[in-house]
Nanobody, 123 residues
């Protein structure tokens, strides 16, 4: 079992940067691939980025490729999402999640979720 707490959201102007963090409890963190998803008002939760259990592979939605970077520190049980060149359309609640599957972009395969952190990008 793993419990996730995500934080680091806030209000930022377009073009700015934020770093989200997700702290995990439990000794099995390194056995999980980790993902970030986001949900804007009135929209479905969508895939943003994922990282394999070792950190050796990363995956991104086309909408954030080149602007966001996912990373993890297994010694600290933490996964990060560095967001740069933010746009108003990035405004959403961001959730970290953990999976032991290889279907990284499919939210249905994630077993554990953080509570979400709000990111608001003003124009």
């Amino acid at each position: 079992q793993v419990q996730l707490v995500d934080f680091g959201g806030g209000l930022v102007q377009a073009g700015g940067s934020l770093r989200l963090s997700c702290a995990a409890s439990g000794r099995t963190f390194s056995s999980y691939a980790m993902g970030w998803f986001r949900q804007a008002p009135g929209k479905e939760r969508e895939f943003v980025a994922a990282i394999s259990w070792s950190g050796g592979s990363t995956y991104y939605a086309d909408s954030v490729k080149g602007r966001f970077t996912i990373s993890r520190d297994n010694a600290k049980n933490t996964v990060y999402l560095q967001m740069s060149s933010l746009k108003p359309e990035d405004t959403a609640v961001y959730y970290c999640a953990a999976t032991q599957s290889v279907y990284y972009s499919d939210r249905g395969w994630y077993d554990h979720w953080g509570q979400g952190t709000q990111v608001t990008v003003s124009s």
